[in-house]
C-alpha cells in the first residue's frame, strides 16, 4: 500500500457483512485503512461490522464503529459528531448503505418504495447534510457514493423502486459536486455491475437452496468476461475518487461493470 489516504479520516456508512466474505462495506473500509485512513464506519447492527473492526486493527490500521441506522437523521448526527470528537475532522464521506426490492410500481408496497428511498437516498441526504460543514471548515473534502447500473439502464428484471432511488442518488450527487465545487469538495458515483459479495450470494443461497450455485453461474456468464466482480473492485474505484489523485474529477459517474452496460438489449432479458 502506498498511503495514498495518508492523514486522512474517512466516514463510512455500512462497514458490517450481511455473510461470510467481502462485502462492499468491508472491502472500503479495508482498503482506505490499508492506505493509511482513520475509518469511522456506522453500522445498523455492531456484530456484523465486529469482522471488519477486527480485521483493521489487526493490521495495525484505525478504525472506530457507531452503531445506528443512516436512515434516522438523529442517529447519523450523533455518529457525526463522534467522529468529529474521536478524529477532529471528516475528510472523507462513502455513502455504502443500500437496499432493494424486486418489482415494478404495480407490484411494489408503499412501505416497501419508503424502505428503499430512505435508505438509499434519504441516508445521503442525512449525512451530506452532517458531514458537509465539517468538510468545508476543514478546507475540503471528498464524498463517493455507492450506486448500482440499474439507475442508467433497464437490466431486464423489474427493481422501480431500487433502479429510481439509485437515479436520484446520481443527480443528488452531482447537485453536491457542482454547488461546492469552488469550496474545494468533489462528489462523485461508482456504479457497480454485478458483484459476487454477500448480499448477492445469500439471498440466492437462502431462497433457492438447490440450485443456488447455477444461478450464480448464470450471473457470472452475463458479465461480458465470464465473471462477476467482487466488493474489491468497488473498493479500488472509490479509492481512486476519494484520493488527491482525483483532484479534478467531480461529478462523474464511475461505471465498474466489466464492461456489461456496453452491450446492447438488457442482460438476461
Known amino acids: 500500500m502506498s498511503g495514498r489516504l495518508q492523514g486522512k479520516v474517512a466516514f463510512i456508512t455500512g462497514i458490517g457483512s450481511s455473510g461470510p466474505g467481502w462485502s462492499t462495506g468491508k ?25 471488519t473492526l477486527e480485521l483493521i486493527r489487526q493490521e495495525g490500521g484505525s478504525c472506530e464503529l457507531f452503531t445506528g441506522d443512516v436512515t434516522s437523521g438523529t442517529d447519523v ?9 474521536t478524529f477532529g475532522r471528516i475528510d ?39 458531514c458537509l460543514p465539517l468538510m468545508l471548515a476543514g478546507g475540503g473534502g471528498a464524498i463517493v457514493n455507492i450506486s448500482s447500473i440499474v439507475a442508467l439502464r433497464w437490466t431486464g428484471h423489474p427493481l422501480a423502486a431500487y433502479a429510481s432511488s439509485k437515479a436520484a442518488m446520481h443527480q443528488l450527487t452531482q447537485q453536491i459536486a457542482m454547488q461546492y465545487a469552488r469550496q474545494n469538495i468533489r462528489a462523485n458515483t461508482v456504479v457497480p455491475g454485478m458483484l459476487e459479495t454477500p448480499m448477492a450470494v445469500e439471498p440466492i443461497r437462502r431462497h433457492f437452496p438447490d440450485t443456488w450455485q447455477e444461478m450464480l453461474e448464470q450471473r ?50
Open 220 to 269: 457470472h456468464r452475463l458479465c461480458p468476461g465470464g465473471r462477476m466482480g467482487d466488493a474489491h473492485d468497488v473498493a479500488w474505484a472509490a479509492l481512486y475518487l476519494a484520493s488527491d489523485e482525483a483532484k479534478f474529477v467531480n461529478g462523474i459517474e464511475l461505471v465498474v461493470d466489466g464492461g456489461m452496460s456496453c452491450q446492447v438489449g438488457a442482460p438476461g432479458s
Open 92 to 130: 472523507i464521506l462513502v455513502n455504502n448503505v443500500g437496499c432493494g426490492s424486486y418489482g415494478g410500481v404495480v407490484e411494489e408496497s408503499e412501505e416497501g418504495w419508503d424502505r428503499v428511498f430512505a435508505t438509499n437516498l434519504k441516508s445521503v441526504y442525512h449525512t451530506c447534510r452532517n
Open 27 to 51: 472491502a472500503l473500509a479495508a482498503t482506505f485503512a490499508r492506505e493509511g485512513a482513520r475509518v469511522f464506519g456506522i453500522n445498523r447492527h455492531a456484530e456484523s461490522a465486529a469482522e
Open 77 to 85: 448526527e450523533q455518529a457525526v459528531r463522534t467522529c468529529q470528537q
